[in-house]
Nanobody
């Protein structure tokens, strides 16, 4: 299963961006989709996640500003980022976990997309 992330770029503080991540391959089900971010010298951290039942989880630093959503028909997860701050600058990675069409469990990562918040 492969993940393709897109939507990063340069935005001014207070601006918005929407990230997308599409999973492709022979997929039976996806139980979990999440967005993580990483800055140089620091560990990758969870930003937001959504499970198959629709429950979501957010890092405290993004609550009220970011919204994760999922299109099950397209095996795609989105991250709407509003009121962006300089400290949101990072490479954002998507992750998905589920079952392939051959009944194998998978956990895949996207290639990362850079978000830069700067004036």
């Amino acid at each position: 299963v492969q993940l393709q992330a897109s939507g990063g770029g340069l935005v001014q503080p207070g601006g918005s961006l929407r990230l997308s991540c599409a999973a492709s391959g022979v997929i039976a089900s996806i139980n979990y989709m999440g967005w993580y971010r990483q800055v140089p010298g620091k560990q990758r951290e969870l930003v937001a996640a959504v499970v198959s039942g629709g429950s979501t989880n957010y890092a405290d630093s993004v609550k009220g500003r970011f919204t994760i959503s999922r299109d099950n028909a397209r095996n795609t997860v989105y991250l709407q980022m509003n009121s962006l701050k300089a400290e949101d600058t990072a490479v954002y990675y998507c992750n998905a976990e589920g079952t392939t069409g051959w009944s194998e469990q998978f956990s895949s990562w996207g290639q990362g997309t850079l978000v830069t918040v700067s004036s």
